[in-house]
């Protein structure tokens, strides 16, 4: 064999390939294996994972949670703005908590202002106050939900000053939608849930705003399609006894809206709200507990699977995690002592709070309320890391959860 051909025969086949293949090739990987690519170059880096003619396509991973704090109004009248965090980094430990109580007068009104904690170096959120939206309109902005990119906000009116919007916006692109009303004065009240299709390139989305009777059962749930632009209203079909958990949790997979309960199961619906609502039965062994409703159990998914949490009914310083397969049947997956994960036992379920499941790993991550940190934990490995301090606003606690947030770059329909 001369030299020309060994040459030709040690030639790497990847360097004919073209950058919108080689995109292609990414768009169908893990977000963890893109992730890892970018260090083969910086063409790579740079001009394909990065680029903003590429990224759209590409997947994300989660880098942070968005949460909404709910403070008094600045005593000199000033702009609402989003406050810093104590800690965004993974190699932080414990950093002073600021005190900001000082700067606010207490009174009736107490506006909200988007925060968000990040996981990782590279702050993939621009404007986390989200600035971005119509100056001097909104006196208030409120996260309430988040999905596959996507944020809802309750965003209350500088004037009139009883009105609200419901506005869904894409932090990373600074896209944001004002929906027309659905015909409630008292928006508050109601529990928003967005449900976003990762794997569409539509843009489009569904909200479902619940309502509830006296009672706090569900009694239906208001829709809105980006698609048709409209609302429309589906009375609930599930059971008269379920009751959502008071905290918003939700996921959207497979097509299906899925909640937990306060009655042990956990309940779906499609996004059209018209042909599912249905029950997903439990296991006799997947015995939890309630006693803390701010803690109920949580769903999530990560790695492709739907996950279970909660706290054992026989045991409180146990957490179960169960994994429901193809076949729809439950699979019992770990047993966490919270007594290991905290260093010491807890006296109320409520002294700390389940935020997320990791998307791509076994990582679940938990608030901590007596020292006021974010904590994650690695299922497999056994691995506790404090991500940082949370700034103590006041009471230091807020009934809205941390909403995990994968950017997306996709344009909003």
């Given at each position: 064999?001369?030299?020309?051909?060994?040459?030709?025969?040690?030639?790497?086949?990847?360097?004919?390939?073209?950058?919108?293949?080689?995109?292609?090739?990414?768009?169908?990987?893990?977000?963890?294996?893109?992730?890892?690519?970018?260090?083969?170059?910086?063409?790579?880096?740079?001009?394909?994972?990065?680029?903003?003619?590429?990224?759209?396509?590409?997947?994300?991973?989660?880098?942070?949670?968005?949460?909404?704090?709910?403070?008094?109004?600045?005593?000199?009248?000033?702009?609402?703005?989003?406050?810093?965090?104590?800690?965004?980094?993974?190699?932080?430990?414990?950093?002073?908590?600021?005190?900001?109580?000082?700067?606010?007068?207490?009174g009736d009104d107490a506006p909200s202002v988007p925060?968000?904690?990040?996981?990782?170096?590279?702050?993939?959120?621009?404007?986390?106050?989200?600035?971005?939206?119509?100056?001097?309109?909104?006196?208030?902005?409120?996260?309430?939900?988040?999905?596959?990119?996507?944020?809802?906000?309750?965003?209350?009116?500088?004037?009139?000053?009883?009105?609200?919007?419901?506005?869904?916006?894409?932090?990373?692109?600074?896209?944001?939608?004002?929906?027309?009303?659905?015909?409630?004065?008292?928006?508050?009240?109601?529990?928003l849930h967005l449900a976003v299709d990762p794997a569409?390139?539509?843009?489009?989305?569904?909200?479902?705003?619940?309502?509830?009777?006296?009672?706090?059962?569900?009694?239906?749930?208001?829709?809105?399609?980006?698609?048709?632009?409209?609302?429309?209203?589906s009375e609930s079909g599930w059971v008269h006894e379920?009751?959502?958990?008071?905290?918003?949790?939700?996921?959207?997979?497979?097509?299906?809206?899925?909640?937990?309960?306060?009655?042990?199961?956990?309940?779906?619906?499609?996004?059209?709200?018209?042909?599912?609502?249905?029950?997903?039965?439990?296991?006799?062994?997947?015995?939890?507990?309630?006693?803390?409703?701010?803690?109920?159990?949580?769903?999530?998914?990560?790695?492709?699977?739907?996950?279970?949490?909660?706290?054992?009914?026989?045991?409180?310083?146990?957490?179960?995690?169960?994994?429901?397969?193809?076949?729809?049947?439950?699979?019992?997956?770990?047993?966490?002592?919270?007594?290991?994960?905290?260093?010491?036992?807890?006296?109320?379920?409520?002294?700390?709070?389940?935020?997320?499941?990791?998307?791509?790993?076994?990582?679940?991550?938990?608030?901590?309320?007596?020292?006021?940190?974010?904590?994650?934990?690695?299922?497999?490995?056994?691995?506790?890391?404090?991500?940082?301090?949370?700034?103590?606003?006041?009471?230091?606690?807020?009934?809205?959860?941390?909403?995990?947030?994968?950017?997306?770059?996709?344009?909003?329909?």
């Amino acid at each position: 064999m001369d030299r020309s051909a060994k040459r030709c025969g040690n030639r790497n086949p990847a360097a004919d390939l073209t950058d919108d293949l080689v995109v292609e090739i990414l768009s169908r990987l893990p977000a963890k294996s893109v992730c890892r690519f970018k260090c083969v170059s910086q063409h790579w880096l740079h001009d394909l994972i990065a680029h903003p003619n590429y990224r759209a396509n590409l997947p994300q991973t989660l880098t942070g949670f968005f949460r909404c704090i709910d403070m008094p109004s600045p005593s000199d009248g000033s702009t609402m703005s989003s406050p810093d965090l104590a800690s965004g980094d993974d190699d932080d430990d414990d950093e002073e908590d600021e005190d900001i109580a000082d700067e606010y007068d207490s009174g009736d009104d107490a506006p909200s202002v988007p925060d968000f904690v990040s996981i990782v170096k590279e702050h993939q959120v621009v404007s986390p106050s989200l600035s971005f939206l119509p100056s001097g309109l909104y006196r208030s902005v409120a996260p309430r939900h988040c999905s596959n990119g996507l944020l809802v906000c309750l965003c209350w009116k500088a004037s009139p000053r009883n009105e609200a919007d419901y506005v869904v916006c894409n932090p990373a692109t600074e896209q944001w939608v004002v929906l027309p009303g659905n015909g409630h004065t008292d928006r508050s009240e109601m529990q928003l849930h967005l449900a976003v299709d990762p794997a569409s390139s539509s843009g489009h989305f569904h909200l479902f705003a619940l309502q509830k009777n006296e009672h706090g059962y569900l009694i239906g749930a208001d829709i809105y399609s980006s698609k048709t632009r409209a609302w429309s209203y589906s009375e609930s079909g599930w059971v008269h006894e379920d009751m959502l958990c008071p905290v918003p949790h939700s996921v959207f997979f497979h097509g299906m809206l899925y909640f937990v309960t306060l009655s042990s199961t956990i309940v779906t619906v499609d996004t059209e709200g018209t042909t599912t609502w249905s029950t997903i039965s439990m296991q006799e062994t997947m015995d939890d507990d309630y006693s803390s409703q701010m803690n109920a159990a949580f769903v999530g998914v990560s790695q492709g699977r739907l996950h279970y949490l909660a706290n054992r009914r026989s045991d409180e310083s146990k957490l179960s995690v169960w994994v429901l397969g193809d076949d729809d049947e439950w699979t019992f997956k770990y047993n966490i002592s919270t007594t290991s994960l905290f260093g010491a036992k807890l006296n109320d379920l409520g002294d700390y709070s389940l935020v997320a499941i990791h998307p791509e790993c076994s990582t679940i991550f938990f608030t901590v309320r007596a020292d006021n940190i974010l904590l994650s934990y690695h299922m497999d490995r056994g691995e506790v890391r404090v991500l940082g301090s949370l700034i103590s606003y006041f009471d230091g606690w807020s009934r809205y959860p941390y909403l995990p947030y994968v950017p997306s770059f996709r344009s909003i329909a």
